[in-house]
């Protein structure tokens, strides 16, 4: 707390103005020196040296340990900043001013950067600004309660003796009004602004005279004004001229698209995006290098725009596939003109396969010379099945293709069921007739055997098979058998 004492504000006096009353002491508080809140720094520089002064432990007895190293992202977030790079604005401002001292390190391996905060509770060598309210109070003696009130008085005397506008009495209390920009009675304007006014294009100038009725509106000098303060008429005039053309306003006013042309000024003016204040436009202006802050941010703003730009194309292309599979046939994947129905080739084909597997097994059966009764009608058996399965699939609500996947299925499975039955039928004590022996005439070489060798498939546990074969894919029987299976069950799958 202050220890400042004033015979001017001790007690209340109705006529020295506002009453101050202090109703209780803080049970937490955090000490920021009275130096640094009349310094003159910015609301958002003041509030960030709290945020790090809360932060420094002051019972420690090493003040080479007193540091704060709270994230750049808390910090915007007491500064209510949405771009926690903002932060570097106000973190060089108390550096330059002398309340903070700030190093960087390095962690993570070296890949991150982040800085301790040495808080200076008392001011630099060489501070020259106010330390104490007394001092405040004595350089502005017109922020007194007792002086402004006397002000006041005097105010209003003179205006009394002030004849009113008009014919009529004088009015009591009330002075006259300041003359409106553009009532005939022009307001005096500093050289500089000036000189940045002028420095707009004059066919800027004459939209902004159509638009507003002045080609110096009072947000344009409002704007000049606050940009002088950190740059100067020169560096200002540069800019204007610059961003004439670089920013696409020249464009847009060729095209007629410039609707605001005093927005347009405005814009041309104000500090870019970059959290550096040294930056213009991507160059710092006094070592002459381009803005490392805005290569990052030209980085990481094409990233953005590759990233966003991958994911309208991935969209746009899973749109077209979901198009496409609309309008093409669900089992060969091709626009037959059906509209997404399958295609009568399609259903032409499956239909063949099922009566090529019922045909299969009856040839299966009849080479069997003693026929088991279940198996008397081979091929009815294997149509049976598969019209049970299709009619099982049409229940389950299975659309087209997966009924006929399903009869399929069904005919081919009951067709190797055949085929396994005839072959358990000669592995027994039946005799195979003895081929007839060939003659001179129809006598063929008999080609001679490839070598065995092993198979190349593998395993129930993914280890080799090692079977010998002869075949020509390199499987052997087993192999083979299970690959089959496994694209049947695929196709079951697809149903």
Request: aromatic share 6%; hydrophobic share 35%.
């Amino acid at each position: 707390m202050s220890s400042f004492h004033d015979d001017g504000f001790d007690g209340f006096n109705e006529d020295q103005g506002d009453e101050l009353i202090g109703e209780d002491w803080p049970t937490v508080a955090t000490p920021v020196p009275v130096w640094v809140l009349l310094s003159g720094c910015s609301s958002h520089a003041y509030k960030m040296y709290a945020f790090l002064a809360e932060h420094i432990n002051v019972n420690l007895r090493d003040p080479r340990k007193r540091i704060a190293c709270p994230k750049q992202k808390a910090i915007a977030a007491i500064l209510k900043l949405k771009d926690d790079r903002k932060v570097a604005r106000y973190r060089k401002e108390l550096e330059a001013l002398g309340a903070i001292r700030v190093e960087k390190y390095r962690y993570a391996g070296g890949m991150r950067q982040g800085y301790k905060y040495f808080v200076r509770y008392n001011p630099p060598v060489g501070y020259d600004g106010d330390m104490v309210l007394k001092q405040f109070y004595a350089g502005h003696p017109e922020f007194r309660s007792a002086a402004k009130w006397e002000g006041r008085t005097e105010a209003a005397k003179k205006t009394a003796a002030v004849p009113a506008q008009g014919s009529g009495p004088a009015r009591q209390g009330t002075a006259p009004k300041p003359p409106r920009r553009g009532s005939g009675d022009e307001v005096a304007l500093p050289p500089d602004v000036l000189k940045v006014l002028d420095a707009f294009r004059p066919e800027l100038r004459a939209a902004m005279r159509e638009t507003a009725h002045t080609d110096t509106p009072k947000t344009l000098v409002t704007a000049v004004t606050k940009a002088l303060k950190g740059r100067t008429a020169e560096q200002l005039v540069a800019r204007v001229r610059r961003r004439w053309t670089t920013h696409g306003y020249a464009v847009k006013f060729e095209a007629g698209q410039l609707e605001r042309p005093v927005g347009a000024a405005v814009a041309m003016l104000r500090h870019g995006e970059c959290p550096d204040a040294d930056c213009e436009d991507g160059t710092v202006l006094q070592s002459g290098e381009a803005c490392a802050l805005c290569i990052e941010r030209g980085k990481n703003h094409k990233a953005d725009h590759a990233a966003a730009r991958k994911a309208e194309m991935e969209a746009a292309t899973a749109a077209a596939r979901r198009v496409e599979r609309t309008v093409v046939c669900p089992s060969c994947e091709r626009d037959q003109g059906t509209q997404g129905a399958l295609c009568p080739d399609c259903v032409t084909g499956m239909e063949r396969d099922v009566a090529e597997a019922a045909e299969k097994a009856e040839r299966d059966i009849a080479r069997m010379t003693t026929v088991p009764e279940d198996w008397s009608d081979a091929r009815g058996r294997v149509l049976a099945e598969a019209a049970a399965a299709r009619e099982n699939a049409r229940q389950a609500g299975a659309d087209q293709l997966g009924e006929l996947l399903a009869a399929r299925l069904a005919a081919r499975t009951a067709a190797r069921e055949a085929h396994r039955v005839r072959l358990a039928a000669l592995g027994g004590d039946q005799e195979l007739p003895s081929p007839p022996a060939p003659t001179p005439e129809s006598a063929i070489p008999t080609p001679s055997r490839p070598e065995p060798m092993k198979c190349s498939g593998a395993r129930w546990d993914g280890s080799p098979c090692g079977r010998l074969t002869e075949a020509p894919d390199g499987l052997c029987g087993v192999c083979r058998g299970a690959q089959n299976a496994q694209h049947e069950d695929g196709l079951a799958a697809a149903r």
